[in-house]
Nanobody
């Protein structure tokens, strides 16, 4: 079992920055593809960014491209999300997710929520005008 806990959310003004981290525990090995999703009130959960198990390949949704950067974290944090130039539209609960690497299966990263095995509880990000 792998447990994930997000941190770093909060209230910021438009144009500000936040750095989200996802701490993992209970890991038996370090190979995980990871991603960040978000869900705003009244909206469906959407992919924000994803990264391969090696950290060499990334994906960023068009809505955040150029502003957000996903990266593999330290030994404590499985994955980080640096968010710059935040907009009110970025307000949402942000979730990290992980999929165990069991060997190359044709994909380096994953953008569908159903593809992930482990999820954090979410952290609130609120951006004011």
């Amino acid at each position: 079992q792998v447990q994930l806990v997000e941190s770093g959310g909060g209230l910021v003004q438009a144009g500000g920055s936040l750095r989200l981290s996802c701490a993992a525990s209970g890991r038996t090995f370090t190979g995980y593809a990871t991603g960040w999703f978000r869900q705003a009130p009244g909206k469906e959960r959407e992919i924000v960014a994803a990264i391969s198990w090696s950290g060499g390949r990334t994906y960023h949704a068009d809505s955040v491209k150029g502003r957000f950067t996903i990266s593999r974290g330290t030994a404590k944090n499985m994955v980080d999300l640096q968010m710059n130039s935040l907009k009110p539209e970025d307000t949402a609960v942000y979730y990290c997710a992980a999929k165990r690497f069991t060997g190359y299966s044709g994909k380096y990263y994953y953008t569908g929520s159903s593809e992930y095995e482990y999820w954090g509880q979410g952290t609130q990000v609120t951006v004011s005008s």
